[in-house]
């Protein structure tokens, strides 16, 4: 149904002089030229004019072209067709995959009132030693991800995607905003490699598409996310690479459209952007969706006000650090900076909280002895120094894991650690149980078996 013409246009706005009233914030308009289709998603509405901002390239068009209206906004698949597929924003796959029967939703419908949201939901135990007991998830929980390239970070989310599959049967999302899409092959053979790939859906808004389609790739994402959730009751884990992504690409929106920017050149409707995407992300009673969303900080500065809109989000962060990675030590988590609200006596237990407090200790000591031993000796230690220094290293060492998704690569069978072990294990290292071992012995092991 035409519903209008354009009457101006630019490479980040139309207006529309409408035909009809019956056009609102967030439907889908397009207009067609030499057989293509060019979608735009309406930004305002005034009076009889609408704004309306592209989601593919303008090139080519020109006032006085027919407007037309696409039912039911954007939409992608919502069924158990979207495991073991690749969609963009705009929910066409684009792994070659056909979806003979497709049945679709909106990516603005939001299904949770307050009264379905479980704030109250199981921990989500991931197998993973050093996740498990410096950062345990809680379901619903968000989490921030630091770290740069080369430091793990795939194998992470695999392994991640790996244990909550065979822990909990639930399925997990991968969101690519902004992503390259020389890193975006690479994951998918990467996941089809490892069998990874019938488990999880993939969503990207690649770095070389306009910041309409990087920035609806969260929404498109998390529709993906809530029907494992809601419609199958599933402990859903969502990746998001990168939420900063998400913000910028907002602001390249903003800036487009001639708004006035606020601090660092920051959209206005920062934070009612961010307010939006993580507030789907939460518990029921039969469901939850888990995120995991890698953070950029830009120029390092951690005060950035777009980094702390995130920050105030998370209920945790997991930081993966080089010079921890360039010891060979997997996942290179650095426990100073890796946190979680659940480590208190009252999430977790007294016990598993105490340990926690002691394995910090251990390690902020060894960090000071290191630079003694390293000019005087180990010698001029004492007898608890000299203990604390041997125990930290094997901690250290025990923090290391083999992977399910690396046995290819290291010919370690990966292990699935219970928490139980691993408080066993912590507490035997530190208090001296273990120090006729070796600290060789607790490189890349499950449990300690003696």
Known sequence: MIIGKVITISNMSVSVLLDTYDVGVRDIVYVEQDGQRTLFEVNNVSGNVA?????????????????YSQKGGLRIEYSSEVLGKVFDTLGNTIDGSVIERPHTKNIYEKNLSMAEINIKGDILWTGIKVIDFFAPLQKGFKMGMFGGAGVGKTVLVKELINNVYTGQGSNSVFIGIGERSREGRELYDEMQKSQLLDKMSVVFGQMGENPMIRSRAAYSGLTVGEFLRDEQDQDVLIFIDNIYRFLQANSEISAELGNMPIESGYSTSLL???????????????????????????????????????????????????KISEKGIYPAVDVFNTTSKLVTAEGVGERHYSLVERAIAHFARYDELEEIVAVLGIDELGEEDTNTFYRARKLRNYFTQPMFVSEQYTGIPGEFVKIEAVLNDVENIMSGAFDTLDENEFYYIGSVKR
């Open 51 to 67: 704004n309306a901002i592209p989601l593919t390239n303008v090139y080519g068009l020109r006032k006085g072209l027919d407007v």
């Open 272 to 322: 009612t952007e961010i307010n939006e995407v993580m507030e789907r992300i939460n518990s029921t009673e039969n469901g939850s969706i888990t995120s995991f969303q890698a953070i950029f900080i830009p120029a390092d500065d951690m005060t950035d006000f777009a980094v702390n809109s995130i920050l105030s989000h998370m209920d945790g962060q997991v930081a993966l650090s080089r």
